[in-house]
């Protein structure tokens, strides 16, 4: 299994899935053309990092990290967003340490919001962490 990597554009997010230092990044902007074709290959890789962790049991000292740093994603973009929060819960369900670091826009209460309402569909509480602005 090797790293995701994915170029942010304008349009669509920055990923970076390490499995080795249990850290997994997506940042930016969520409103591709196609997002079934942008996040696909994403949940695949997500599914197959599940099967990973179900068949070889890692010992993991610390949790895994998923980090949100989206500043706007569409309502076709929900949808996947939703189907990898499943996995991050697969995860927890299968009794590995996961945190989730939900980071907003200190005036953006939507994204807040966004997280939230995923945290409620999910077994496991977010962390939610405002950005300021830089001056």
Known sequence: MEVLKLKGTNVSPEVKFDHIAMTFDISGYSRPENVRDFYLPILKWLEQFVVELSTNRPSISKPI??????????????????????HINAIHAIKFPVMVNWYYDEDDEELK???????????????????????
């Open 113 to 135: 919001e966004a997280g939230e309402e995923l945290s409620e569909m999910a077994d496991f509480s977010f962390s939610y962490y405002e950005v300021k602005k830089a001056k």
């Open 65 to 86: 990290a998923f980090n949100f740093r989206l500043i706007y994603f569409n309502s076709s973009s929900a949808k996947f967003i939703f189907d990898m929060i499943t």
